[in-house]
């Protein structure tokens, strides 16, 4: 595609980056074909190749965005299914993120929308902040039938829904107990912010298993959100000082005595630590440690994958739904290798329609646009129901979240599976619906 930025403009890195992308696209439109919001609208401004076009008038002649132009990109989930499917090789991904930060600095959005998104910005990212939202929201939660229509009472009861949803209960012990022998390795974890509150069982599951495989699990004092929910959100400098907190982090303990891998159990967050190599490359103190993070960054499907799982004790037999999230097989390109190590397990996997469609949930959007997201959160959970699977499995904390709002079966994380069927206890969400069928 033609561009015309001024040479001015492309001084800014953000911008000249922009530009390649923009003039990559062909404009064939194969994306709107597997663009969910595309196919929900029909409009070809809520597809990628039209949101394209947009942001090129926008940032080419650095306009004020107008209320329109942020309309449809604010609708864009950035799910990366269009990354997939494009020919051409867009970089739709940094494309968008540059153009949500420039509507942020630019755009005044009404009070209400600017008083969402910085209560947002403000509590998600923080672990006690969140617990304590989470809270009051469960309090609140019998009230939400009270709130009248409208953009923002519509976000403030998609909350209040979803602080009702319970927490899973943690089953067995944190981690397996040191077997004396010498490790293989060393991984840590990305904590992250939303996953420790809302499913902390999914962390001691990933480390059970990791134990089993031989490898110690070491702290990262210091680390916190991974910096993707205010990214998104287009709150730039926000996002990287996340990223350089937990660069900081993980080199000190790289400095004293290595890490084989970082580990992440949202992927979400794992597509976002992948990225801090690209997001601080041109910071000449962040830039080399930041892309040594983002080499040792690892889904955990990822890396058991290539260290091998342990033995399996306990062949369940149960047929799951893998439902892939978007972070995942679009983000970080791994499609394949949950589903084979959930058969290697012993569990007989079923995959849905259009596996490569969004569930809604992505980040804040299921808060932030609500309707959409149910719309698509409905449309998901139909193809699920169609296996007549006896759960559903992802591995991401936000697909799981939204997921479970509709679910008829229980939602887990692919590594509870692994867990339970290399010695681990059974997931506590399956004990509960064995209950419930005994009774």
């Not at 040191?178 to 499913?199: D, H, I, Q």
Request: aromatic fraction near 6%.
């Amino acid at each position: 595609m033609q561009t015309r930025f001024s040479t001015e403009a492309l001084q800014d890195p953000g911008t000249a980056s922009a530009e390649r992308a923009i003039r990559s696209c062909v404009h064939c439109g194969f994306c709107n074909a597997t663009c969910p919001t595309y196919g929900l609208l029909g409009d070809e401004l809520d597809g990628p190749r039209g949101r394209i076009m947009l942001m090129k008038d926008m940032l080419e002649h650095q306009r004020v965005p107008s209320a329109a132009t942020v309309t449809h990109i604010d609708r864009c989930l950035s799910c990366l299914s269009c990354t997939s499917t494009c020919p051409s090789g867009v970089d739709y991904m940094h494309l968008v993120d540059h153009a949500r930060a420039y509507i942020h600095q630019r755009y005044r959005r009404p009070w209400w929308d600017r008083l969402l998104r910085a209560t947002l910005a403000r509590l998600l990212p923080y672990p006690r902040r969140f617990a304590a939202a989470l809270w009051l929201g469960r309090t609140f939660a019998p009230l939400r039938g009270l709130l009248p229509p409208g953009r923002f009472f519509d976000s403030l009861r998609s909350m209040l829904v979803l602080a009702q949803l319970p927490r899973t209960a943690v089953a067995g012990s944190p981690a397996a107990p040191a077997s004396g022998a010498t490790p293989k390795g060393r991984v840590a974890f990305l904590t992250g912010c939303a996953e420790p509150v809302l499913a902390p069982h999914i962390q001691q599951a990933a480390t059970r298993l990791l134990a089993r495989m031989g490898y110690a699990v070491v702290d990262t004092p210091g680390q916190g959100c991974c910096g993707a929910l205010v990214h998104h959100l287009g709150h730039e400098a926000h996002s990287l000082a996340f990223a350089r907190a937990n660069v900081a982090a993980w080199s000190r303990v790289i400095e004293n005595g290595g890490l084989d891998a970082i580990l992440v159990t949202a992927s979400g967050c794992g597509t976002s630590l992948k990225d801090y190599g690209h997001l601080l490359r041109h910071d000449p103190e962040w830039a080399a440690p930041a892309a040594k993070v983002s080499a040792l960054a690892r889904d955990i499907s990822e890396f058991v994958t290539t260290a091998g799982l342990p033995p399996v004790m306990e062949r369940p037999g149960l047929a799951v739904a893998y439902h892939a999230a978007c972070s995942l097989q679009h983000g970080q390109r791994i499609r394949d290798q949950p589903k084979a190590l959930l058969r290697a397990a012993g569990f007989e996997v079923r995959e849905p329609a259009q596996a490569h469609l969004c569930c809604g949930s992505a980040g804040v959007y299921n808060i932030l646009q609500p309707d959409l997201a149910s719309r698509l959160r409905e449309n998901k959970l139909q193809t699920l129901h169609a296996l007549t699977p006896a759960a559903v499995v992802t591995g991401n904390i936000g697909c799981l979240t939204q997921l479970r709002l509709g679910a008829r079966v229980p939602v887990l994380h692919t590594v509870e599976l692994l867990d339970w069927a290399t010695g681990g206890p059974r997931p506590a969400s399956l004990q509960r619906e064995a209950g419930e069928e005994a009774s």
